[in-house]
């Protein structure tokens, strides 16, 4: 179920993520030509979880980011977060946002089925894009994505030393 995404959008994404998405609600953040950049997702597909609630799906921005990744960066800003205690406890505030965030953009029928099948505690515990250790960081592909949509303290730290924000993305 797509809510407002129109055809020509959902081809855009169907080419920059290899398929057909499957639970999108919208477009969460595109750039000023329209490319789609982060796509707001259902919490729950076809009776399965889905924690993540943004999704990065610019082709341009995912590889940059595989780039970092593949540099060691994840394991870097993981060890600076157990002697910063600025920055983790910014990092712990963005997984409580997350969390409220994740429940307040929920669609109706899909908090109530959560509830019956018995996954809110699992909504509870994870975090950003499902992280249930909220010191770590996984994935920077979530965190940027997150980053994007409402503000994060590793997509700001990943501005800052890659200037991911003064790029462009064409797809």
Not at 32 to 43: A, D, I, T
Not at 93 to 110: F, G, H, I, S, T
Request: a negative charge.
């Amino acid at each position: 179920m797509c809510v407002s995404v129109s055809e020509q959008q959902l081809a855009v994404i169907t080419d920059q993520i290899g398929r057909e998405p499957k639970g999108l609600v919208k477009i969460a953040v595109a750039t000023p030509q329209g490319v789609p950049l982060v796509l707001q997702m259902r919490s729950l597909v076809d009776d399965v979880p889905f924690p993540t609630l943004y999704w990065l799906s610019s082709k341009d921005l995912c590889k940059a980011i595989g780039q970092i990744e593949g540099q060691g960066w994840v394991k870097e800003v993981e060890a600076r977060l157990q002697t910063d205690t600025e920055l983790r406890e910014a990092y712990l505030e963005n997984q409580k946002a997350y969390v409220a965030r994740r429940w307040e953009l929920m669609l109706p029928e899909d908090k109530q089925r959560i509830e019956t099948l018995g996954f809110s505690e699992l909504y509870e515990r994870n975090g950003i894009g499902g992280i249930s250790k909220w010191d770590q960081v996984r994935c920077l592909h979530m965190q940027y994505a997150h980053h994007l949509a409402e503000g994060n303290v590793i997509g700001a730290l990943m501005d800052q030393e890659f200037e991911l924000n003064k790029r462009h993305y064409s797809q």
